[in-house]
């Protein structure tokens, strides 16, 4: 039996846009951004993202990245990318970001961008799901079950596919907040309250049969 990973009750939607403000800042950050939150490795596909950036930093030249996450060390396809990158100005790399500052990245972002080639679930979808942000990931593996009917869902492999998603939201409020309303409702069936019902019945069947054999 399947029993889904939940998200912790501290990811939700604040509208104290002047405490997100300022709890930004005191991270560096100012201004409209996407983001990506994820540890940073060759499958999560951030190269295909940076890519797409620079594509869409001509219609939305204000723009910018913000990358949350440790990066592997041994990743050196991503240093030997970023030699030549065009637009390092506008991405800022944040490392690794504990929970409670991670909720005011989530909340401040326009969009947040999860394109891994696959993935055993996706918890980072779910939080900023629960943040609500409207969120595009890959139409592959278990981050299409978790997304689909609440998210914009991109081929990992193509990164127009990844920029034009990026410019369809940011190109329309009504979009944007149809998503953020679609990802809320997505996140409810995620509870812990879920989880641990889950884990309940299976106990519980395995207790039943346990007294059979017995």
Known sequence: QVVYNAVEAAFKKMNDEARISSQLKKMGIEGKYILFVSAIEPRKNLISLLKAFATLKYQFPDLKL?????????????????????????????GYVRQENLIYLYNGAEIFVYPSFYEGFGLPILEAFSCGTPVITSNASSTKEIGEGAAELVNPHNEDSIAKAIIKILSSRKYRD????????????????????????????VLEKQKEIE
């Open 66 to 94: 913000v990358m949350a996450g440790k990066k592997v060390k041994s990743y050196n396809e991503l240093d030997e990318f970023m030699i030549n990158y065009k637009y390092k100005e506008a991405i800022t790399y944040l």
């Open 178 to 205: 149809e998503l953020s309303k679609k990802g809320l409702e997505k996140a409810k069936e995620f509870s812990l309250e879920k989880m641990g019902n889950g884990f309940k019945e299976i106990f519980k069947e």
